[in-house]
């Protein structure tokens, strides 16, 4: 498939642009395959992020995990 590996080229080259197309093709994915889709999507694309993409895309999930579990709606400074 000529769109995957094109996405994967960009995703490769990471920043902003790499990360928000790794973001893009998992939202098509699991809006058209669903859980099953994501899942190969990640499995594939995200070893193919640099490093400093993979751990702020794993920050973000963790983050909205973190606020939806303590019903925080913004990011709070500890004290």
Known sequence: MA???DALA??????????QVFVRMAKEFYLKTGTS???SW????????PQAEQE???CVGLEAMIREMT???KRETPH
């Open 10 to 19: 960009i995703v490769r080259l990471g920043g902003d642009r790499g990360s």
């Open 3 to 5: 769109d995957i590996d």
């Open 37 to 39: 889709g994501l899942a």
């Open 42 to 49: 990640v499995h594939e694309a995200f070893r193919e992020l």
């Open 71 to 73: 019903g925080q709606t």
């Open 56 to 58: 702020a895309l794993v």
